[in-house]
């Protein structure tokens, strides 16, 4: 589903040279449920940028669902960013002046649905995070894990089939955070491909599998990441 080959990416700061991502290689499969787990500066928010056509690498071969990223245009990766990847942050990103419904029925606008599509599949999606009798509710009226759930449902409503999630349990306590792993899990066993990005060893163990971010490279275990 998701293939990178040797991507590079760097940064200039002043006079200082950043290395954000250093030869990294991720094979992440359908359906997988894959952790990248690092500390701050390691270069895990930069592949999830990569990952979710935010950014674009130096050098490197990037293959979403069949498509070579590098070859898209900038029309076709708005329809990749819109309609193959749904996006969860660690800052929910909703809009306060807005319900759940329709935070989360507003980024359908650009897949041309009509109004009663919309509101169908935005509907959907909050029942799917048991948020059915929150819709009418704005931000301000929801606890810190409904929010992040009207996100969550934010990212189902598009129909894609990969989830990039960046620290999506970093704004909460600790039973919420369990509570939105929970339901991460849940989406992963209904066949979603979840990526997602943490610095916390102990929300890593709930993927499938865990990779390693130190210093923009990618490995499969802490051990090895420590000896470089």
């Known amino acids: ?74 029309k076709e990766l708005s329809f990749i960013r819109s309609e193959k990847i749904g996006f969860v942050f660690q800052q929910y990103n909703l809009l306060d002046s807005m319900s759940a419904l329709e935070n989360v029925e507003l980024p359908l606008i650009y897949q041309r649905l009509t109004q009663r599509e919309r509101i169908e599949r935005a509907k959907a999606a909050l029942d799917q995070v048991g948020l059915s009798n929150r819709m ?25 089939r990969v989830i990039l999630a960046d620290e999506p349990t970093g704004n909460l306590d600790s039973k919420s955070g369990t509570d939105i792993m929970r339901l991460i899990g849940r989406l992963s066993e209904q066949g979603y491909t979840i990526v997602l990005i943490t610095h916390n060893n102990e929300i890593a163990h709930h993927a499938q599998r865990t990779v390693y971010v130190r210093d923009g490279r990618l490995f499969d275990t802490w051990e090895e990441a420590e000896h470089i």
């Open 1 to 74: 589903m998701l293939l990178l080959e040797h991507i590079y990416k760097t940064y200039y700061v002043g006079d200082e040279t950043v290395h954000a991502l250093d030869d990294a290689s991720l094979h992440v499969k359908q359906e997988e449920f894959v952790a990248i787990c690092g500390p701050s500066g390691s270069g895990k928010t930069t592949l999830m940028n990569v990952m979710g056509c935010l950014d674009m690498p130096d050098s490197g071969k990037y293959i979403l669902d069949g498509v070579n990223i590098a070859q898209s245009t900038d």
């Open 136 to 160: 009418q509710h704005r931000p301000n009226q929801l606890s810190g894990g409904q929010q992040q759930r009207v996100a969550i449902a934010r990212a189902l409503a598009s129909n894609s």
